[in-house]
């Protein structure tokens, strides 16, 4: 029997998703906030532009350092499970029942199991990172590679919604045209969710256009009032 093949790329859907829906979401805010203020196309491109630039730099360093400081925090607690096991052997041969116990297992089955966990010294300290501690070994997290991801992405996703400000000069016009392609590109990470997760196309891109739509509207909202405040 054949088994469907698992799409690799899906360890990285976090990264996509996030990144993606990001570009977009701020591309889309920002062009309706300043389209209230702006009536040249030229002005609204050049700055968006720049907008969606700083913002996927700072969406990739953040990432990068959000990435780099998980994995940092895994290797430390590893150092100190090593030295756990080397140093308070018994106390820790006792936290492995305990794990197990909490499980459901008892008598010679746990005993078992508790003989077999801490005869292999790599099966220990994963089964303390991950039961004890909540710690999984993210392995394909590159802290470079997923910050060039996300603010790759974000980018993507993010330029569309400029290019009716590059072809039209009537900014209402283009404002409309780019409210449009932001809502299709919405609907292509939708897709993208739907192809990793195995969920209906459609819920899941209406989920992504209704988030998107919320978040754009309400950094609208913020920019109005601070406007209106200043």
């Given at each position: 029997?054949e ?18 829906n990001?570009g977009?979401?701020?591309a ?74 909490n ?32 710690l ?42 780019s ?28 989920e ?6 919320l978040a ?15």
């Open positions: 029997m088994t469907e093949p698992h799409p690799t790329w899906g360890k990285y859907i976090r990264d996509i998703v996030f990144g993606a990001d977009v979401v701020t889309l805010g920002f062009l309706v906030g300043i389209t209230q203020t702006s009536v040249e196309s030229q002005f609204i491109l050049i700055s968006g532009i720049v907008v969606i630039i700083a913002g996927a730099v700072s969406m990739a360093l953040g990432n990068f350092l959000a990435v780099r400081s998980a994995k940092q925090f895994y290797s430390a607690e590893l150092e100190r499970e090593n030295w756990e096991i080397d140093n308070l052997r018994e106390k820790e041969i006792e936290e492995i029942g305990d794990i197990y116990k499980m459901g297992f008892s008598g010679p089955e746990l005993n078992s199991l508790v003989k077999k966990v801490t005869s292999n010294r790599d099966l220990w300290l994963k089964v303390m990172m991950r039961d004890e501690l909540g999984l070994e993210e392995e394909n997290k590159k802290p470079v590679w997923n910050g060039l991801i996300i603010g790759t992405v974000y980018i993507i996703a993010g330029i569309p919604a400029l290019l009716p400000f590059l072809l039209l000069e009537e900014v209402k016009a283009a404002l409309i045209w409210i449009i392609i932001s809502l299709l590109v919405m609907f292509g990470i939708g897709i993208i969710r739907s192809l990793v997760n195995k969920t209906k196309i459609w819920t899941s891109s209406i992504v256009i209704i988030i998107g739509i754009s509207l309400i950094g609208f909202i913020a920019g109005r009032l601070t406007g209106f405040v200043g």
